[in-house]
């Protein structure tokens, strides 16, 4: 009979510890997926379900140089002189100003500010997790699930003030070789401190027990990822502004429903409606623009109303998708949103300054950060080309404009005459008789230089019938 050697008897021992550990581990992320999931259904949170309807759509770019693996990016960085940070998962490419050149058109669909996350993991988002292959944690990777899962995780940060946002996903490509890149808002900061990493978990806690963000490690906030000094290099002291702020977001899954619900809670000063436009029902204040996912009521329905717009347009030969959408008094961003989940290259809205600020963070969650909100207050004086961000403005041929229930709000902005839009959806205010609406419309024509395509009249939510047009250059 043949004994096997000792060096087989040891490999084998070895191969069985292996896998006996990876067992052991999989069943700890096993019970710490349970756990987070009964803290979650514990909080009242029902809704588990993560909506990426919203996201922007995910663009496919050539890259202008040869990479075959991640080493091989790494070796182009190096030749080209660009700067780069690497990580486990991982290669950033910080804002810089061969980077156009390096990465192609890629930058020019981004704000200046954006950095590049270039997962290790090639393959295309469809395929990709964000975990490098090799990497053997199965549960922890189906814990994880698709990239849309970072990218909502990265915007719920952002929106709770505690990270960068991520303004979209993209679809890289050199050769047979694809992969996958995060744009994020680049942040320019000093490794955190240990007070600062304490401050930063005491924030980060509540928000976990409350079910908001669920955390990917098993070892929870004991993970080093979330432990002094300074979070495993993750949590930086934006030199800018003097934020917290978290860059490692796929450590962190975003429940969006219970985080819609405390972003509109600690808004209803403002949103629920616009300053003086305050709604009431049954003595309480309401929303103006519904919210998907969330169930608090509102006076518009903007599901149902956008469903009825796009058709609208999509009759007229109008699509929003890869164009800019220009939306006037957005309130809430919502109907951008909408627009955005349509396929729209990017959204800017403009509303009041206290406003703006609740209705970032509503885009945020709902995963529509391809987006640029501008707080101020507009009048029939106002210079609204002026206000466009400077790498949009190259952008801006052919883009749709919303001018939704705007009109008795701010009147006719003359400068929008200036903007190359191709479409305005126009509508008006409850309580306007046809006879005003002509007037409206007649007044909008000669401003803007434009011709009606459409009129007809719409309802939703709680509001009676309305004037709207179509109007096209
Ligand atoms: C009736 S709501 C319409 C919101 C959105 N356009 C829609 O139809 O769903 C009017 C919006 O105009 C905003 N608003 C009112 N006066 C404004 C001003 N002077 N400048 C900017 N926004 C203003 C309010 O904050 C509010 O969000």
Known sequence: MNHPSTTTQLYNY???????????????TALHITQNRIRTLGSGNLGLKRHRTYLSNIS???????????????????????????????IYLPPQKALGEF??????????????????NFQSPAKASYIANGDQRRLTKSMMGPVTNQALAANALAAL??????????????GSEEMTAFAVRHVEGDLASPEDCEEFVNKLRPLVSQGLLELVPVRGLKDPDFLPPHCNFNLLRERSTGELMYIDFQQLL?????????????????????????????????LYQSIPGLSSTAKRDTEYRWKIYRS??????????????????????????HAIGDGAAWGIGWDLPNVVPHSRKVMQVLGAACSTLIPTQLSPEYEISASVP????????????????????????????????KTVFFEDHEGITNEEADENLRKIQNAWNCQIVWRGRISDGDCGSRNVAILQR
């Not at 070895?14 to 700890?28: F, G, K, T, V």
């Not at 930058?107 to 200046?112: E, G, L």
């Not at 000063?269 to 003595?283: A, I, M, N, Q």
């Not at 929003?320 to 949103?337: E, F, I, P, Q, R």
């Open 161 to 174: 003030d505690l990270g960068p946002p991520c303004y979209g996903i993209a679809h890289l490509q050199s």
């Open 14 to 28: 070895l191969r069985q510890y292996e896998w006996l550990r990876r067992i052991y581990r999989e069943s700890r």
């Open 312 to 337: 609208m347009l999509e009759k007229h030969g109008v699509q929003v998708s890869g164009k800019v959408v220009l939306d006037v008094c957005c309130n809430t961003g919502v109907m951008l949103a």
């Open 254 to 286: 975003a429940n969006q429903q219970p985080l819609l619900k405390k972003i509109t809670e600690n808004s209803s000063e403002d949103v629920h409606f616009g300053g003086s436009s305050s709604l009431f029902r049954d003595g309480k204040k309401y």
């Open 103 to 120: 990465l192609g058109e890629i930058v020019r669909d981004y704000p200046t500010d954006a950095g590049f996350k270039i997962l290790r």
């Open 60 to 90: 496919k770019y050539n890259l202008p140089l040869a990479v075959s693996s991640p080493e091989q990016l790494l070796d182009r960085c190096k030749e080209h002189e660009i700067r780069y940070s690497t990580g486990r998962h991982s």
């Open 390 to 421: 400077e790498w949009l403005k190259a952008k801006l041929e052919g883009s749709v404009l919303f001018y939704l229930a705007a009109i008795q709000h701010v009147g006719i902005i003359r400068d929008l005459a200036n903007i190359p839009w």
